[in-house]
Structure formats: structure tokens, C-alpha cells
């Protein structure tokens, strides 16, 4: 009778069992979130604003050092490439750079997740990863914060969408990490880009650009939990609204947006490489800490960041790619 007993009810205990563990094993954002640590920003950024890298000048040894250990982290990471297997470069001639004094060929860096049901449907996540070299005595303008800071953001963005991914949890849109070179001397690259896309621009949802959010503006020292936002609503108030309510439900950063006055003589919105994509009609958001006193010197170097605010601003950047990429229905440039 115990047997017979057994042999009835197993399947429905393990059947209870397997339930149960599937449950608590379905993990979310949030999970996936607290996988950007101040502590893998550090790690990263030590060596990618290093002196190694010798400023990161386009076209420069140190600016393809730091190319090649993106390309690497992709490769390690399991992230695979646009354009073909093991070759995340989007090549741009010297030519390109014409009018510059000894132009050099130079390259973006790019890295894809495929979207699990609406795959042509593309959310970009950029960052610049070129700063100034070094000046007439050899010393390294290490860049940190600029944009050594939004680079590293957006390997750990990328890593925590593998992780969902891993998990069978994947974005239902695809997410283009986007690393492009050549901003300080132009924005050179995100120019490149958006003149031969990988993807055409009327399938690209938005772009998430972060420049500098690895400080504190001194205007904002007795208040550091901020971070401005530039341009979230120059093209869709739907963007807008969807990084207010993912703010509010998740990071609770006070979202400053005092440099999207039509006034502002610092003009941040065109000097970024959101821009490339904000006049091709792609929503866009300007992630951005302000300028501080280390801003283009060579003071601007990895032991200054702020690793767990910055870990707090790269999180709100997931957050808001992660819901963009998964809801029913996408955003639009809904004020053209």
C-alpha cells in the first residue's frame, strides 16, 4: 500500500518541486541590475583609463589598445558582433576624418544582443571611447570620467542583458552596444555611424548616450544623488516618461534638467554623440554629470570617480533600456 501510494502522488510532489524552484529561480531587472557594481567599474576603468592608454587619441596606439580590450571584454563575455564573428569594428578611413592635421584611420566598436521577438527593432546604448592623448611633456590625460566612465558603463550594461540572456530571460528588441571614437576631435564616429548604419535608423527605437557620470558637479555637492538629463524629451515624450517612471520605481536619482533650456549657452545637447542621432529623428538621452574641475586635464583620472553613484546612474541607463527593449509596444519620436 505505500508503494502503491508513493508510485500515485511522487509525480505530483516532484511535479510541486519542480514548480517551486522554477519560481524562485525566474529572476527580474532587479537581478540583472545589481550585477553593475561600483567594484567591476573600478576594475575596468583602472585599466581603461590607464596610463597605458595613453589618452586615447583617435587613431593613436593607445586608442586602439583601448578598441582591443572592449573587443576582448565582448569576446570573453560571449556577446557576440554585428558584423561578423570575432570582428566588432566598424572600420573608418583617414579619409573620413579629412580636414583634421595627419588624419588616421580609426574605428567604432560594436557589440550585439539579438532580440528574442522583435529583433529588428534596435535600442543603441553609446559611449564615446576616445579622449585627448597626451600633451607636449608626455603626460596622460587619462579621461575617467570622460568618457572612460560611460565606456566601462556600458560593459557592465552589457553583461548584466548576457546575463538575462544566459538565463533565457533575453531582451525581446535587440540592443546595439555602440562604442564610437573620434567625439572630442568632432564627433567622428557616431557620425560614421549614423551615415552607414549597421541597422537602418527608422528601425532604431532610441539612443542612450553617456558622456561623463562618474563625478559630481560642484554645483551639486550638497545633493550628489543626480544625474542630468539632456534631450529625453526634445523628440518623445514617451522616452521621457518611461526614464521618470523607471527613476521613480527603481533608482530614485534626482533627475536634473536645467541644460535643456532653450538658452543654455553651454549647448550640451550638440555636443555629444546623441546628437548624430537626435538629427536623424532617433529619440535619444543624454546621460551626463557636468563639468568639473578635472574637465580635459589631466587630473581627470580613475581615483576620483564616484563608483557607487556611478553604479547607480549606469543602473537607471539598464533600466530604461530594459523596459524599452521589453514592452508590448515601442516608443516613437512622438514629437516631430
Known amino acids: 500500500m505505500k508503494i502503491i501510494l508513493f508510485v500515485l502522488f511522487s509525480p505530483f510532489i516532484f511535479s510541486c518541486n519542480s514548480t517551486q524552484h522554477t519560481a524562485e529561480s525566474k529572476k527580474t531587472n532587479v537581478d540583472y541590475a545589481n550585477t553593475i557594481t561600483a567594484q567591476d567599474l573600478k576594475k575596468h576603468l583602472y585599466i581603461y583609463a590607464g596610463d597605458e592608454m595613453e589618452g586615447r587619441m583617435t587613431g593613436s596606439k593607445g586608442q586602439r589598445s583601448a578598441a582591443e580590450y572592449l573587443r576582448n571584454f565582448y569576446m570573453d563575455e560571449g556577446i557576440e558582433s554585428p558584423i561578423e564573428k570575432n570582428n566588432y569594428y566598424q572600420n573608418i578611413p583617414a579619409s573620413f576624418f579629412g580636414g583634421r592635421r595627419d588624419p588616421q584611420p580609426s574605428e567604432n566598436v560594436v557589440a550585439f544582443i539579438k532580440g528574442s521577438e522583435k529583433p529588428d527593432e534596435i535600442v ?40 538575462a540572456v544566459k538565463d533565457g530571460n533575453g531582451p525581446k528588441r535587440s540592443i546595439l552596444f555602440l562604442h564610437v571614437t573620434g567625439e572630442e576631435i568632432g564627433l567622428y564616429g557616431s557620425r560614421y555611424y549614423t551615415e552607414n548604419p549597421l541597422f537602418p535608423l527608422e528601425n532604431t527605437v532610441c539612443d542612450l548616450n553617456i558622456d561623463m557620470i562618474g563625478r559630481i558637479d560642484p554645483d551639486k555637492k550638497e545633493n550628489p544623488n543626480y544625474i542630468y538629463l539632456i534631450g529625453s524629451n526634445k523628440l518623445s515624450q514617451e522616452l521621457q516618461d518611461v526614464s521618470t517612471e523607471m527613476n521613480s520605481k527603481y533608482t530614485k536619482l534626482e533627475l536634473d534638467y536645467k541644460y535643456d533650456a532653450p538658452n543654455d549657452p553651454n549647448r550640451f545637447y550638440y555636443r555629444s554623440d546623441h546628437y548624430n542621432f537626435a538629427k536623424n529623428n532617433v529619440p535619444i538621452i543624454f546621460y551626463f554629470n557636468g563639468v568639473h574641475e578635472d574637465y580635459h586635464k589631466i587630473t581627470d583620472t580613475p581615483d576620483k570617480i564616484e563608483y557607487d553613484l556611478m553604479a547607480k546612474r549606469a543602473q537607471l541607463i539598464f533600466y530604461t533600456a530594459w523596459e524599452i527593449a521589453n514592452r508590448e509596444k515601442r516608443i516613437t519620436a512622438d514629437k516631430l
Request: glycine fraction near 12%; charge should be negative.
Open 124 to 163: 543603441i546604448i553609446s559611449a564615446h571611447l576616445d579622449h585627448v592623448g597626451t600633451d607636449k611633456d608626455g603626460n596622460v590625460f587619462n579621461g575617467a570620467d570622460d568618457d572612460g566612465s560611460g565606456t566601462v558603463s556600458i560593459l557592465e550594461i552589457a553583461q548584466a542583458f548576457q546575463q
